[in-house]
């Protein structure tokens, strides 16, 4: 992994935010491999005054830092950072200067030069330089390549070297060498202002005289001793420059795009044409004028032809015969003969192209693309192998041996780094938050005119205003900054420059495709667009820069920047396009759920949710508009996958909001015309009755996780209703499944063990499996434990044959939490499987559940690593409370053991402040924890670690608050363990 310290400090490109965890981070990095102690890295966060719990709270940081992908190694008495696992630029840029040294002292300035600059080029354009180590390793960087410059390798660079002598104190070496540079370029005068400027800030600020090595220097300036030898002269400059007057001196410094100057760069050495093709506003033109500055700063020819005001195909030629001396009103003093002007423009360019060399940029080519490429192929077949031509372009030219360089937009640290130097420099004083701002990056595709233009507005607007603005970008972000070019000067005309490109079929699917929000496939561009085929149109925008291409994806799915995409979506409100392109996606919505859904259980289980799940944003939208037209159908086909999928993986508040909706919870009075509540009286198109019956099975229990009585209501009455009507058309599972429901949520064991048996003896193994987990659930909340855990195993294997992992996971679960405490090999044999399962069908939050009791338990019988799980999870920001309070319990029973009462003292005071605010529809984990504590308590008590009378009162106050919660829920175990609190307290 690539640490950046030289600079904003970052792991791979993405910023590292929040001073401790970068307290943390560099700490580590800086160890360079070695053991970093608790105490000082406890010392270095908070700076001699660590909170109360201050080991929980690096255990926290250190969590974070793991996150962010460094393998933090956990050691006795702190932590470590393999050095061999991560590349740091600070350790980079030193080796890269040891090289410069060495080279320099053999004599070798032109190696000297080179490792130089590309130490130099990792570290910001304008270094902070906080550190003394990186003060110093810049300084050093920088008085190398002044003395290579010196000898004759490179041009001068005195940027650097005045911004060490400009800081307090001065840098009196830097300044020295500033004077030996001007001296060698013939600028006495200046060298003699540095050396005065110097003496007089000394003088007045600090009372002291300048150093010998400044006196030395001015003396040998005196006496003419620094002119440049000839042997050691700055390359000629080339014959021919001509570069545009914006190329010269950029208005800005270039951001995120050094690697991308180097790649340039290193794509001539492959081939003499280099394409740069990216969307409008990447930063094509700009990239490629800081290539053009640098080849001409190396001493070579640079001609740049613009053609972004051409208007016709037929101006191609000309206008680069013009540029190039081949036309006989050449601008730039052509050498054609007399003879040559009687030649077509072919033959002249023909003619011209072996007396050229160095560097041709052709900017902005996508306009007259065809016309570009028929003339670069002449030029380049009879050019010498001296001539490169750099093209700046939306798409490519399409000739044989180009070099096509895809420029992407910024990453996330550049991104950010652009939007606060522009807005910096703009007058704003950036402090704000910073996921706030990488949000605003990301609303603007993270593309760098966008990122332009909102600085402009920063300078006026508050952060927050600028975000909400975006819900019309195009307004709010137009004519923000003054002197672009015309196809630069808004989003709009950024976007409507390369519309202006295409085809008519190809302008109408671009406006179609924006209706889809998310990324996409061949089949369901064709039917947004309702053409059979659309592949030759999506490769077209594709070419230019209008769609990019998924990658590692298969089938290939395709994507559109949000810019494009409202862009497209004014286009087709404008054309009245949306309801045909929207009805397309609806269709394929409804389509590609049914075709999913059928795979849900069985062999292909977890390629399908994986599918549903990558196209959830296509098909959410393709809902949103069923239920916007009031198309039950259609609307109950899409639900049905959905629910499926959101509630395999956990997301039992996304089915229960998008339920509200499909059976008009909120809006009483569309039910009696409700087809999918009041079947065939509502008089209306009917829903596929299987899959009307399977959501509101999926609706049922969902609710009946959170509660929500009406919902639930709602959906055993469209339930009943089906199958008063439409039997037949239903499946003999969902009968059979829809048929035991009831009998679960009665809260009648009778019933309950009555209904499981008719499942266990269906011949489908999935209803079987389902019988036998409802028999295991209602066995052990009967305390029958040795017959549940029986039950559950049997329907783990059902559900196995079946193909359900989603099954799996819970039979595995609730066989491995029926254990009793002392078969912790049997229960922890099954939690793992139910992990197993869980992370299969991508149910993350089910699966980090599980895996901390599977860690509890672990960690008992003495695992290491699962007690640094707890740690973490105890600790963890995105764990819940349910976790949280489970991982500091495991927790202090491990303290507790090790007679270490404080830190049982602190986890059930953690776990205490989380009951307090905790008010879930479900009592049970409630009493658990708090009939856990009371024991807790008790404990300390036998351990002389507190007085009997005061854990008394404590213990009574959380035995009360359990019992009413343990007798509301008439769960028979839940009440054992009150009845055990209670046992112990009376002991």
């Keep these: 992994m690539q640490i950046t310290i030289l600079g904003p400090l970052a792991v791979d490109g993405r910023p590292v935010r929040g001073d401790r965890l970068a307290t943390v981070v560099r700490a580590l990095v800086e160890a360079r491999g070695r053991l970093v102690s608790t105490p000082l890295l406890t010392d270095a966060v908070w700076n001699g005054t660590p909170p109360d719990d201050a080991s929980g709270a690096l255990q926290a940081l250190v969590s974070r830092v793991r996150r962010l992908g460094l393998p933090v190694a956990a050691e006795p008495g702190g932590y470590r950072l393999p050095a061999d696992a991560v590349t740091v630029d600070a350790v980079e840029a030193r080796a890269l200067a040891e090289r410069a040294r060495s080279a320099l002292r053999t004599g070798d300035a032109r190696s000297a030069r080179a490792a130089a600059d590309r130490a130099r080029a990792l570290f910001p354009e304008v270094p ?43 840098d009196e070496p830097s300044a020295a060498l500033l004077v030996r540079v001007l001296a060698a370029q013939g600028r006495d005068a200046e060298a003699l202002e540095v050396v005065e400027r110097l003496r007089a800030e000394l003088a007045d600020r600090y009372g002291a005289d300048p150093s010998a090595v400044i006196t030395q220097v001015h003396l040998a300036l005196l006496r003419g001793e620094l002119t440049a030898p000839t042997a050691t002269a700055p390359p000629p400059q080339p014959s021919r420059i001509a570069l545009p007057a914006a190329w010269r001196r950029p208005m800005t410094a270039l951001v995120g795009r050094e690697r991308d100057v180097e790649s340039v760069r290193e794509a001539f050495t492959e081939a003499a044409l280099v394409t740069i093709v990216a969307t409008g506003g990447a930063g094509k033109t700009r990239l490629a004028a800081e290539v053009a500055r640098r080849t001409a700063a190396a001493g070579r020819s640079v001609r740049v032809i613009e053609l972004a005001g051409l208007r016709s195909p037929d101006e191609v030629l000309p206008t680069m015969l013009a540029a190039l001396g081949g036309a006989d009103t050449s601008a730039t003093g052509g050498n054609l003969g007399l003879e040559r002007r009687v030649l077509s423009p072919e033959e002249r360019l023909r003619a011209v192209a072996p007396d050229l060399d160095g560097l041709i940029v052709l900017d902005n080519c996508e306009h007259v693309l065809d016309a570009v490429a028929t003339v670069v192929a002449d030029l380049v077949a009879v050019s010498s192998p001296e001539v490169m031509v750099l093209a700046t372009s939306r798409a490519p030219l399409g000739l044989a041996g180009e070099w096509v360089h895809r420029l992407t937009v910024l990453p996330d640290a550049e991104a950010l780094e652009l939007l606060r130097s522009r807005a910096r420099a703009g007058g704003a004083v950036p402090t704000w938050d910073g996921a706030r701002a990488l949000d605003l990056c990301h609303r603007l595709d993270n593309l760098p005119l966008a990122l332009e233009l909102a600085a402009a507005r920063l300078r006026h607007m508050p952060l927050d205003d600028v975000i909400s603005g975006l819900a019309d970008r195009f307004t709010l972000l137009d004519d923000a900054l003054r002197g672009l070019p015309e196809r630069h000067a808004s989003l709009w005309a950024l976007v409507d420059w390369s519309r202006d490109l295409l085809a008519p079929d190809d302008r109408e699917l671009l406006q179609r495709l924006a209706v889809i929000p998310a990324s996409f496939t061949a089949d369901l561009a064709a039917a947004v667009a309702w053409r059979p085929d659309v592949r030759r149109g999506l490769a077209t925008l594709v070419e230019h820069s209008l769609l990019t291409i998924v990658e590692g994806e298969s089938p290939p799915r395709y994507r ?25 996606l609806l269709g394929w919505a409804r389509k590609s759920a049914v075709a999913l859904a059928d795979r849900f259980v069985g062999p292909g289980q977890v390629e399908a949710l994986d599918r549903c799940a990558t196209e959830q944003d296509n098909l959410v939208a393709g809902l949103r508009w069923a239920l916007a037209r009031d198309d039950e159908p259609a609307a109950v086909d899409v639900a049905a996958a959905l629910f499926h999928l959101w509630s395999v993986r956990g997301l039992h508040l996304e089915v229960i909001g998008w339920a509200r909706g499909v059976l008009h919870l909120d809006e009483p009075g569309r039910r009696p015309t409700s087809a999918t509540l009041r079947g065939r009286a509502a008089g209306r198109p009917l829903p596929d009755a299987d899959r009307l019956a399977w959501m509101c099975l999926l609706i049922g229990v969902n609710a009946g996780i959170s509660a929500d009585l009406r919902l639930t209501a709602l959906a055993w009455r469209a339930l009943r209703t089906v199958l008063a009507e439409r039997s037949a058309e239903v499946s003999p599972r969902q009968v059979a499944l829809a048929s ?147 991982a500091r319990l495991g927790l202090a029973h491990l303290a507790c053991r090790r007679e270490r009462y404080d830190e049982v003292i602190a986890h059930a005071e953690a776990v205490t402040r989380i009951l307090a605010g905790w008010a879930g529809p479900h009592p049970q984990p409630r009493v658990i924890f708090r009939v856990t504590l009371a024991v807790l308590h008790l404990r300390m008590t036998e351990a002389g670690e507190a007085s009997a009378g005061e854990v008394d009162g404590r213990v009574g106050a959380l035995l009360r608050l359990a019992r009413d919660e343990a007798l509301a829920s008439r769960d028979l175990p839940v009440i054992g363990a009150l009845a055990v609190g209670g046992a112990e307290l009376a002991a």
């Design 560 to 584: 559109m920047l949000e810019t494009v995409r409202e862009y497209g979506e004014a286009r087709l409100d404008a054309a009245g396009d949306r309801d045909p392109a929207m009805a397309g």
């Design 128 to 170: 902070e330089l906080v550190s003394a180590e990186e003060t110093r390793l810049f300084t050093d960087l920088t008085a190398l390549r002044a003395e290579a410059a010196l000898a004759g390798a490179g041009p001068y660079d005195e940027t650097d070297l005045r911004r060490l002598v400009a800081r307090t104190p001065p």
């Design 740 to 886: 035991a429901m009831p009998a679960f949520t009665a809260s009648d064991p009778d019933r309950s063990m009555k209904a499981a048996a008719e499942m266990i003896a269906h011949p489908d193994p999935y209803v079987r499996a389902f019988g036998l987990f409802a028999r295991a659930a209602v066995r052990e909340n009967s305390g029958a434990a040795e017959e549940s855990i029986l039950d559950a195993e049997q329907a783990y294997h059902e559900f196995e044959a079946a193909g359900d992992h989603w099954g799996m996971a819970m039979a595995a679960g609730a066989a491995g939490q029926f254990f009793a405490p002392g078969e912790g090999g049997r229960s922890t044999e099954w939690l793992a499987r139910s992990v197993r399962n869980m992370e299969l069908i991508g149910a993350t939050q089910d699966a980090r559940s599980i895996r901390v009791r599977l860690d509890m338990q672990l960690a008992l019988a003495g695992d290491r690593e699962a007690e640094r799980r707890l740690g973490e999870t105890a600790t963890a920001g995105q764990a819940d409370e349910v976790e949280i309070a489970q």
